[in-house]
């Protein structure tokens, strides 16, 4: 595990790598379990976390995608089994502090769904993206709710139903992603991502993110009230005034 996941921090922010290149950075439910607790771990000391992969493809699925299948389980076992994918969905949507994806080739299936949680996301002209699950005769739910809040109901269905594989371009238009830079550009585009939001007190960074994820579901007059409250505390607060 520690060599297919790695963790680096420095000057503020936290880096985390699938580091499976070989196996087209598949992602088992044990890594799945050990992201999870990476993603948590960073949030403590950092100001966000740098989310991308080794090699050519930034995520080719779950490494049980495609496996031959044996007897069923239970149902309420087979449900209890799948928490390790929804705990890790969850700790993306959850962070305190913001994680920014750099996807430099394909991502298909959950590895779409990772590169659509990630709050700002980046890709190279080269990035693929699909969600094949119906191809295999597996239901998609766990995937789609992953890019629920991402990509409108229409894109969704589309990816969901067709398992098209849709380029950058395509996915940008979707909502999947931030950005689309030419791929010889994606290096300095993370560096100068990386420098803007180093420059940003860690109380703000938190409370954008915080307001993002929770305001989403609100009634406007609750997020109205909920934005005025985080903005008299953070603006009053030392850090915005040094």
Known sequence: MANTLLLEESEGFATIKINDPENGNRVS????????????????????????????????????????????????????????????????????????????????????????LTDITICSENAKFSLPETSHNIMPTMAMSALMGRVGRKALLHMTYTCDVIDAQLALNFG???????????????????????????????????????????????????????HATINSSESLRN
């Open 29 to 116: 439910d044990e890594m799945a379990a050990e992201l999870t607790n990476l993603i948590n771990e960073a949030q403590s000391n950092n100001q966000f976390i740098l989310f991308k992969s080794v090699g050519s493809a930034f995520c080719m699925g779950r490494a049980v995608m495609g496996e031959k299948k044996g007897a069923l389980p239970e149902a309420l076992e087979m449900r209890n089994k799948f928490d390790v994918v929804f705990d890790l969905y969850e700790s993306f949507r959850n962070s305190q502090i913001p994680i920014i994806g750099i996807v430099q080739g394909e991502a298909h299936g959950f590895g779409a769904a990772l590169a659509a």
């Open 176 to 230: 999947l992603i931030t950005q689309v830079v030419p791929h010889i550009e994606l290096s300095q585009t993370e560096q100068d991502v990386i420098r803007k939001i180093k420059r940003i007190p860690l109380s703000a960074i938190k409370a954008v993110k915080e307001f993002s994820t929770e305001a989403e579901e609100l009634s406007t007059k609750s997020a109205k009230a909920y934005a005025r409250n985080l």
